[in-house]
């Protein structure tokens, strides 16, 4: 499995930024998927994940202003970022391997893609 996570970088607060990450598996159009994020000397967190029938879920810091979507035929996830505010500001991880239950990670990480949201 390979993950790289892309289109990160510095932004105003209110801006837009859309992150991209390039998977490799055969699986990925049945998979349940996801971006998480970890700012600096905190854990890491859910952001927004979807499955392959449609549902998907958003933290509530995130609800109204990301939206997440795929692109099963480039094994591609996407994450659209509206309103930036400087608490977005944290490392972005993709991960395609998510238990649809609860949303947990079981498959590797791939290397992030760093936000920062000045104020």
């Known amino acids: 499995v390979q993950l790289q996570a892309s289109g990160g970088g510095f932004v105003q607060a209110g801006g837009s930024l859309r992150l991209a990450c390039a998977a490799s598996?055969?699986?990925?159009?049945?998979?349940?998927i996801g971006w998480f994020r970890q700012a600096e000397g905190k854990q890491r967190e859910l952001v927004a994940a979807?499955?392959?029938?449609?549902?998907?879920t958003y933290a509530d810091s995130a609800k109204g202003r990301f939206t997440i979507s795929r692109d099963n035929a480039k094994k591609t996830l996407y994450l659209q970022m509206n309103s930036l505010k400087p608490e977005d500001t944290a490392v972005y991880y993709c991960?395609?391997?998510?238990?649809?239950?609860?949303?947990?990670?079981?498959?590797?990480w791939g290397q992030g893609t760093l936000v920062t949201v000045s104020s």
């Open positions: 598996e055969p699986t990925f159009s049945v998979a349940a």
């Open positions: 979807t499955e392959a029938g449609g549902r998907k």
């Open positions: 991960n395609t391997d998510l238990n649809p239950s609860d949303w947990q990670p079981f498959g590797p």
